[in-house]
Nanobody, 128 residues
Framework: QVHLVQSGGGLVQAGGSLSLSCVVS????????VAWFRQAPGKEREGVAS????????HYADSVKGRFTISRDKVKNTAYLQMNSLKTEDTAVYYC?????????????????????WGQGTQVTVSS
């Protein structure tokens, strides 16, 4: 199975920055697109950013465009989400995901890819 282990997150003041990391094991990392999603209380899971495995094209939710940057390092099998100029509405649990399908796991679509393997999630809280 594909395993995704996240790190980062925490509490930050509005206007500050945080960086999230996601280490992928169990498959060839560069075969799959990678994405970050988030879910706030009472809301559905929302796609934040994605990056393809081929041309490395990126897609961002309008709400984070210009503030967040997704990247990947195939040597380290790691995906990153750099979050700048954070707002209180960015508060959510953030999940990394890969295109690899895993039995029994939910799927979400972003940037023309279907994501079906998920990290454990990490809380990001932005205070005013």
């Amino acid at each position: 199975q594909v395993h995704l282990v996240q790190s980062g997150g925490g509490l930050v003041q509005a206007g500050g920055s945080l960086s999230l990391s996601c280490v992928v094991s169990g498959s060839t990392f560069d075969f799959y697109a990678v994405a970050w999603f988030r879910q706030a209380p009472g809301k559905e899971r929302e796609g934040v950013a994605s990056i393809s495995n081929g041309d490395r094209s990126t897609h961002y939710a309008d709400s984070v465009k210009g503030r967040f940057t997704i990247s990947r390092d195939k040597v380290k099998n790691t995906a990153y989400l750099q979050m700048n100029s954070l707002k209180t509405e960015d508060t959510a649990v953030y999940y990394c995901a890969t295109e690899h399908m895993t039995a029994g796991q939910t799927t979400e679509v972003m940037g023309g890819h279907i994501f079906g393997s998920w990290g454990q999630g990490t809380q990001v809280t932005v205070s005013s």
